[in-house]
């Protein structure tokens, strides 16, 4: 158990307990990715440039090698992934030799770091948790964060796949939105779909939430197009056409002001727009 938060900035300054950490660099190909937090890696091939361009200023972490002299990677993916774009042999490494905290160290790496999805970020919670077996306050406490950011988290990463997709394809960016949009999801799944498409804010959500609460009419309207401006003629009797202006049903006045009897019948449509 943790009694006291990981702090943030600790950990991107690599201080933590590097009295027992060994520092040493590595080939590339002793080093395999481990399946961590984040699932999408941007930005490798300018990472690479600014390695071949600077070197490498920050060490990876790896874990101890196993039977096979094989390390696996705990922090710094990106770096290792650029190296061998950059067609760099060797990295700098960080054995840490306690695999005990890994995992959290991880998380909050890169939450600092604002590399994750709330769904990635779920997703680790849920490993940590079940690692540890934690409840929701010492979880909570071991990753510096309130109970309701981790339970908010947890929540989303439990959602099925539909909904992950639907976040996703309609950039759904912020978890409390996520959060609000599964709870109509949950109940009517198609508003949901036309809420997200609408790009519904957070006043809409809320509203369609409490609409649902209360059983109240929940239809979702889409945006009304703009009003329809049809131009009108009256056939002369050669059969050409005298664009006019209707004042009653049975007339109309020319484009010179002149008042005129008409028929519903004598008008025909001009234009549309």
């Known amino acids: 158990m943790f009694d006291t938060p990981i702090n943030l900035e600790t950990v991107l300054n690599d201080e933590i307990s590097q009295s027992n950490d060994k520092f040493v660099t590595l080939p590339t190909d002793k080093i395999k990715s481990n399946p961590q937090v984040r ?72 939450i600092a770091k604002e590399d994750l999805t709330y769904f990635e970020i779920g997703d680790r919670l849920k490993v940590i948790q079940n690692q540890f077996e934690y409840n929701l306050k010492e979880l909570a406490k071991s990753v510096g964060q309130s109970e309701s950011w981790v339970s908010r988290h947890l929540k989303i990463a439990n959602t099925d796949d539909a909904f992950k997709k639907l976040c996703s394809d309609n950039n759904v960016n912020s978890v409390s939105m996520a959060d609000n949009l599964e709870k109509i999801y949950r109940k009517k799944p198609k508003i949901a779909k036309k809420l997200a498409e609408n790009k519904a804010d957070r006043a809409a959500l809320e509203k369609q939430i409490k609409k649902i609460n209360n059983g109240i009419n929940t239809r979702v309207r889409k945006p009304s197009k703009a009003n329809l401006t049809i131009s009108l003629g009256l056939v002369d009797s050669d059969g050409s056409l005298t664009p006019v202006s209707i004042i009653s049903y049975n007339s109309a006045k020319d484009n010179d002001g002149n008042t005129l009897d008409v028929s519903l019948s004598d008008l025909r449509v001009i234009e549309v727009k």
């Open 39 to 110: 699932k999408k890696f941007t930005k490798i091939k300018e990472l690479s440039e600014l390695l071949l361009e600077h070197g490498q200023l920050q060490s990876i972490i790896i874990s101890p090698p196993d039977e096979n002299g094989i390390h696996i990677i705990l922090d710094g993916e990106r770096r290792w992934r650029a190296c061998i774009l950059a067609n760099i042999d060797t990295i700098k490494c960080e054995i840490k030799e306690s695999e005990e905290k890994d995992p959290i160290l991880q998380l909050i790496a890169n």
